[in-house]
């Protein structure tokens, strides 16, 4: 859904359709994976969110649940004509809440591969420091989730984003998602300014013609 937002090949409405679809099917795994664990606890009767994995994982799905439809109506113009003073504001916000929303999701990963480890480990059913296969296989997932969370910040930071409506599209234009300028208000005015001339270059308001025929 990260990357889907740096694919310059499509219209950039298109482009940010389809990053919050795959946000809303995301959410609805989300769910249907807190439903199996919560459900698995109770017919083996193993306590919940007693482990830092727990903690780590239920905080982490609950707040991503929340800001996906949240930036999904505020982005998909679920809130028609009152949006832009919103998006503005809110844009900085929710690219910087992802970004921890991601290292939250990596460290529920990591604690859950360790933890299910350990598990193994306390009832003698895998012996950790004999090289065994097993921790063989707990070290190299461990370490691919890691070289993909760095690859991801990678492209974040290096592959360009169109801001604009796409026949206006300039060089300046392009800026990578974790720009520097990610967090001022001069990105936030940048992605309103984009969002306004994406409104005039797909079709005027019946204000903007209204004004238009003022002037």
């Known amino acids: 859904a990260v990357v889907s937002t740096q694919s310059t090949g499509f219209d950039r409405k ?17 769910i249907f994976g807190l439903y199996a664990v919560f459900k698995y606890h109770d017919d083996f009767s193993i306590a919940n969110l007693y482990s830092l994995h727990s903690w780590i994982g239920i905080i982490t799905s609950v707040s991503y ?3 996906a439809l949240f930036s999904t109506g505020v982005f998909q113009d679920i809130y028609p004509k009152k949006g832009l003073g919103l998006r503005k504001w809110y844009l900085p916000l929710h690219i910087v809440g992802g970004m921890f929303l991601l290292f939250g999701a990596f ?36 370490l691919a989730v890691l070289v993909a969370l760095l690859f991801l910040i990678y492209v974040l930071y ?18 990578p998602i974790i720009a520097k300028e990610v967090a001022t208000a ?12 994406e409104v005039i270059y797909e079709s005027m308001t ?10």
């Open 186 to 197: 001069e990105l936030g005015e940048a992605a309103a300014k984009a969002e306004e001339e």
């Open 107 to 142: 460290f529920a990963i990591e604690t859950g591969i360790i933890e299910k480890a350990l598990f193994r480990v306390f009832t003698g059913d895998l012996l950790y420091d004999e090289y065994s296969t097993e921790s063989w296989v707990v070290n190299v997932m461990c």
């Open 158 to 175: 290096t592959v360009p984003r169109v801001l604009v409506a796409p026949s206006k599209i300039t060089a300046s234009d392009r800026q």
């Open 14 to 30: 298109v482009n940010k359709f389809v990053h919050n679809a795959f946000h809303l099917v995301a959410v609805g795994f989300v």
């Open 65 to 67: 649940i929340i800001w």
């Open 206 to 215: 019946e204000a903007s013609t209204s004004n238009l025929v003022q002037q």
